[in-house]
T-cell receptor, first 113, second 112 residues
Framework: EAGVVQSPRYKIIEKKQPVAFWCNPI?????LYWYLQNLGQGPELLIR????????DSQLPKDRFSAERLKGVDSTLKIQPAELGDSAVYLC???????????FGEGSRLTVL | GENVEQHPSTLSVQEGDSAVIKCTYS??????FPWYKQELGKRPQLIID?????GEKKDQRIAVTLNKTAKHFSLHITETQPEDSAVYFC???????????FGTGTQLKVEL
């Protein structure tokens, strides 16, 4: 069974440019998460979806970040415009329900120049 | 909100020795405490978890203990092996769900 799939694995952009990350969760997992992981730090939750509904986006910087999960399966996370401080690894995770084990993807490493 | 502190930030042990990583949490309502292992450039993976209705859980060479009164929990790895080398993160959540607050991680190095 495939795990959580993310793309791209690496992205280098100049500041003020837009960037988008894609996530395909484990089949059947209705709960999807986007986490931000800065170097040397633990993951920090950005947004959590239950099916297609964003049930917790309190930590998402809404001025430049947006996310969607239109059909309750795949999800995209967008940053526009990117800033230098956005350089980090963006992790997607999924679980079966909000109390099931959390499975992470390999992450998308963003470098903003 | 919840705040999780983790110590030490780095830990070096000799192969075969034990390793202990400690975390404290701030919100007494937290009741789910997982531990994740993250190898360099890889995804975090759950290695063990504990819920607040038990004080200790063991799985082969790893164990986790929880002290609700003191609001701290610890990861114990016995008979360490080189493949145990990784960053370990503790986490805590309220309601047993997956709104996890992570610690800052411990870089464990097992030396031959």
């Amino acid at each position: 069974e495939a795990g959580v799939v993310q793309s791209p694995r690496y992205k280098i952009i100049e500041k003020k440019q837009p960037v988008a990350f894609w996530c395909n969760p484990i089949s059947g997992h209705n709960t999807l998460y986007w986490y931000l992981q800065n170097l040397g730090q633990g993951p920090e939750l950005l947004i959590r979806y239950e099916n297609e509904e964003a049930v917790d986006d309190s930590q998402l910087p809404k001025d430049r970040f947006s996310a969607e999960r239109l059909k309750g399966v795949d999800s995209t996370l967008k940053i526009q415009p990117a800033e230098l401080g956005d350089s980090a690894v963006y992790l997607c995770a999924s679980s079966l329900g909000s109390t099931g084990e959390l499975f992470f993807g390999e992450g998308s490493r963003l470098t903003v120049l | 909100g919840e705040n999780v502190e983790q110590h030490p930030s780095t830990l070096s042990v000799q192969e075969g020795d034990s390793a202990v990583i400690k975390c404290t949490y701030s919100d007494s309502a937290s009741n789910y405490f997982p531990w994740y292992k993250q190898e360099l450039g890889k995804r975090p993976q759950l290695i063990i978890d504990i819920r607040s209705n038990v004080g200790e859980k063991k799985d082969q060479r790893i164990a986790v203990t929880l002290n609700k009164t003191a609001k701290h929990f610890s990861l114990h790895i016995t008979e360490t092996q080189p493949e145990d080398s990784a960053v370990y993160f503790c986490a805590a959540s309220i309601g047993g769900g997956n709104k996890l607050t992570f610690g800052t991680g411990t870089q464990l190095k097992v030396e031959l």
